[in-house]
């Protein structure tokens, strides 16, 4: 184990920003949670699963709604500590870590505040490497882990815990409860042992937004060579260049949905459409699908790249569009059917980095 220190929570928020894909929620309310969290509480210690008792139990935490709403209603914080105690007590045992869900967004950071006001390390994995705006998608569900059971809180005190038979019915039963509490909530699901961790978890995940976040902290430096040697770190690409010339941008159905339109820098007749669902899905060049979920599509501010989230996407915004590789984890059977285009409702092939079908 080691301890979390400030200039890691630092770099960590820029890293689950670009991992958040446009989603996940705005780290920053988040960087504050955790920093107000380690002066009352003390340090947090991150460690691997290997390193705990592989019986013991692990709780996850994340919010859960609509980015959109997200940035107008913050979160209060004692909602996420609390489905965790719910959780626990709901299944008759103490854990003995807490795990981020996803790395990326505000839910790589709302969980180190809580491991801190519980006095518990945080473990170094994830399920997605990653944000995805749904319960079920995660390397979880592909091992046959179940979801539930689950627990949803609002910061007025109201709690829900259930049970559903497919992590699939977990989605939709926490995506009717959030509707009805204001689609900016706390949310604890996947409880499992350390072990179960270990063997199916994405390992590093942490660490690994940690990473990102220096490299792209040396980027806004104006570090010379840093913007290749992070693209070079992230196996990224940068495949359109251009300014922001449209934005359709609602909240429905429980989620930050829309398109976003990019003209290219140099050449008006090139427009890329990016697809929104709380992050980045589908981007498409002229019609022609160029980077698809499950890899990553990011937008960075042209100017200082700071990742742009899908909330804060504007008209006149000069950006860049980068494409990054899943994580390994994901390339399994079932993958397509989970996170690939057509579980999202778009009539398109996957297309891997560099194009090929």
Aim: aromatic content about 6%; charged content about 20%; some cysteine.
């Amino acid at each position: 184990m080691r301890e979390l220190t400030l200039d890691d929570i630092d770099d960590m928020v820029l890293g689950a920003t670009l991992l958040g894909t446009g989603g996940g929620g705005d780290p920053y309310i988040a960087r504050l949670m955790v920093r107000q969290a380690l002066e009352d509480y003390g340090s947090v210690m991150i460690a691997r699963p290997e390193e705990l008792d592989p019986e013991g139990l692990v709780c996850t935490t994340a919010g859960i709604g609509a980015p959109t709403v997200f940035s107008e209603k913050v979160p209060a914080g004692p909602e996420f500590s609390g489905v965790v105690r719910s959780l626990a007590a709901y299944l008759g045992k103490k854990p003995v870590a807490i795990m981020p869900i996803e790395v990326g967004g505000m839910n790589t950071l709302i969980p180190i505040a809580v491991a801190a006001e519980l006095g518990l390390p945080i473990i170094d994995a994830d399920s997605m490497r990653r944000a995805f705006p749904q319960i079920e998608m995660t390397v979880f569900t592909l091992a046959g882990i179940k979801a539930s059971p689950m627990s949803v809180a609002d910061e007025k005190g109201n709690v829900i815990v259930f049970e559903a038979i497919s992590n699939q019915m977990a989605e939709q039963l926490a995506r009717s409860a959030v509707m009805q509490l204001g689609l900016s909530n706390a949310i604890s699901c996947y409880s499992m042992t350390a072990g179960q961790i270990a063997k199916h978890g994405i390992q590093g995940s942490m660490s690994y937004c940690v990473e990102l976040g220096k490299r792209l902290n040396a980027v806004q430096r104006g570090e010379v060579g840093s913007y290749e040697e992070f693209l070079k770190f992230a196996e990224g690409e940068i495949y359109f260049s251009g300014k922001i010339i449209d934005l359709d941008r609602r909240t429905t159905d429980g989620f930050a949905k829309g398109t976003v339109t990019i003209e290219h820098m140099k050449d008006p007749n090139r427009l890329m459409k990016i697809e929104i669902q709380n992050e980045l899905l589908v981007a498409t060049e002229n019609g022609k699908p160029i980077i698809t979920t499950p890899d990553l599509i990011c937008i960075l501010d042209y100017e200082n790249a700071q990742p742009i989230t899908t909330e804060t996407l504007a008209y006149g915004q000069r950006v860049n569009v980068i494409g990054m590789p899943c994580a390994p984890e994901w390339h399994k059977p079932g993958m397509m059917e989970l996170v690939g285009p057509k579980a999202f409702g778009y009539d398109l092939p996957y297309v891997k980095m560099g194009g090929e079908n």
